[in-house]
């Protein structure tokens, strides 16, 4: 059984990053999430050897859904227990999107998904994180001051 674990704080030193993902904001605080085989997500990926974590983010971004990104915060990281043989770590930032290109075909895979806003209080419906997302989107919550 796999098991997921939010953490507000910084991935310890000695644990694997397989993912950086980001909740990208427009103006109105709506999130950016994009669709995949009938499966709602967020933009990220995996990073690539000697890429910092936001520079994977950005990179990501930029090939799944088109969208420049700046005012990159750390927000924490989602602990999974019980995939591999250790934890790892799934990084997730928050990110203000600075201009949405043209929806086309992801750089990496050559899929087309469907972008939507979504407001942040509907997201976890969306992305069916339960109680990891819930902790997530309050922690995003706290950090853009909202309640």
């Known amino acids: 059984m796999i098991q997921y674990l939010w953490h507000n704080e910084k991935v310890p030193s000695d644990m694997k990053v397989y993912q950086v993902s980001g909740i990208l904001l427009n103006d109105r605080t709506e999130v950016l999430l994009y669709e995949e085989d009938g499966r709602y997500r967020i933009p990220g990926g995996h990073p690539i050897e000697n890429e910092n974590m936001e520079d994977t983010l950005i990179r990501e971004c930029f090939e799944e859904v088109n ?13 999974v227990i019980g995939d ?13 999107i600075r201009k949405l290109g043209k929806n086309r075909e992801d750089i990496d895979n050559g899929k087309l998904y469907r972008r939507l806003f979504v407001p942040l209080d509907e997201v976890n419906s969306f992305l069916n994180w339960d109680d ?15 309640n």
């Open 67 to 79: 969208a420049s990104i700046d005012n990159i915060t750390y927000l924490g990281y989602q602990e």
């Open 84 to 96: 591999k043989k250790e934890p790892y770590a799934q990084v997730r930032y928050i990110a203000k």
């Open 132 to 146: 990891v997302g819930r902790k997530m989107i309050q922690t995003v919550k706290e950090k853009i001051g909202i």
